[in-house]
């Protein structure tokens, strides 16, 4: 049974950090695409970073230079490091994983809510 399980999410002041993890198990982690993605209320899903197998990396602009993503395929687990974080980065977060094989698999999401 496959199962991508977020975790880290909470309440952070404007230019705090989280780190978000997401725990893999149900597949071959090490050969898998991994995304996080997040929602705002109202507003679509959008994808904010990716890590494929070999560790290549890519943002969306609005995180580029405070977020990270990272990968620990012996622990099969995701990770995104936000820093300097903003009102604007208020969403539920997502880990996505996309395997090898083509199959795509979802978690069930951790809120993150940057606030004052």
């Known amino acids: 049974q496959v199962q991508l399980v977020e975790s880290g999410g909470g309440l952070v002041q404007p230019g705090g950090s989280l780190r978000l993890s997401c725990a893999a198990s149900?597949?071959?982690?090490?050969?898998?695409?991994m995304r996080w993605y997040r929602q705002a209320p109202g507003k679509e899903r959008e994808l904010v970073a990716v890590?494929?197998?070999?560790?290549?990396?890519n943002y969306a602009d609005s995180v580029k230079g405070r977020f990270t993503i990272s990968r620990d395929n012996a622990k099969n687990t995701v990770y995104l490091q936000m820093n300097s974080l903003k009102f604007e980065d208020t969403a539920m977060y997502y880990c996505?994983?996309?395997?090898?094989?083509?199959?795509?698999?979802w978690g069930q999401g951790t809120q993150v809510t940057v606030s004052s």
């Open positions: 996505s994983a996309l395997s090898h094989y083509g199959q795509g698999y």
């Open positions: 149900g597949f071959t982690f090490s050969s898998a695409t």
């Open positions: 890590i494929n197998s070999p560790g290549f990396t």
